[in-house]
């Protein structure tokens, strides 16, 4: 996939999601999931959460994040609501308003 295409497809380009997995990769939610690596579960996680937030909500999300990445549309729910869960414990760091002078 050309940066381009991956830019297209996740709204962040490959160093922003690295940055982002390497903040989560450690949470629990990953280390739990069965026949995976801790850090490729991680990244997995952060993809299919970029994926199906780009998707504009269509109704059909879920089924065509699930198939562009691999896994089940049931599976996506619980992979976006883990990655959301893992992100948000850091909503402090990352998540901030513009200010007044802003």
């Keep these: 996939m050309s940066d381009d295409e991956f830019l297209s497809n996740f709204c962040m380009d490959r160093s922003c ?7 989560v990769e450690d949470d629990g939610f990953f280390l739990k999931v069965s026949g995976k690596v801790g850090k490729r579960a991680s990244m997995l996680h952060v993809m299919v959460l970029l994926k199906f937030l ?4 269509n109704a059909a ?3 065509k994040t699930g ?3 691999g896994i089940s549309k049931g599976s ?7 990655a959301c869960d893992a992100i948000l414990k ?3 760091h990352i998540i901030k308003w513009p200010s007044i002078e802003e």
């Design 17 to 23: 999601i690295m940055q982002l997995n390497s903040l």
């Design 76 to 82: 996506v729910n619980d992979y976006v609501t883990w």
């Design 61 to 63: 999300a879920m089924q």
């Design 54 to 57: 780009g998707s504009y909500g």
């Design 67 to 69: 198939h562009m990445m």
């Design 90 to 92: 850091h909503r402090e």
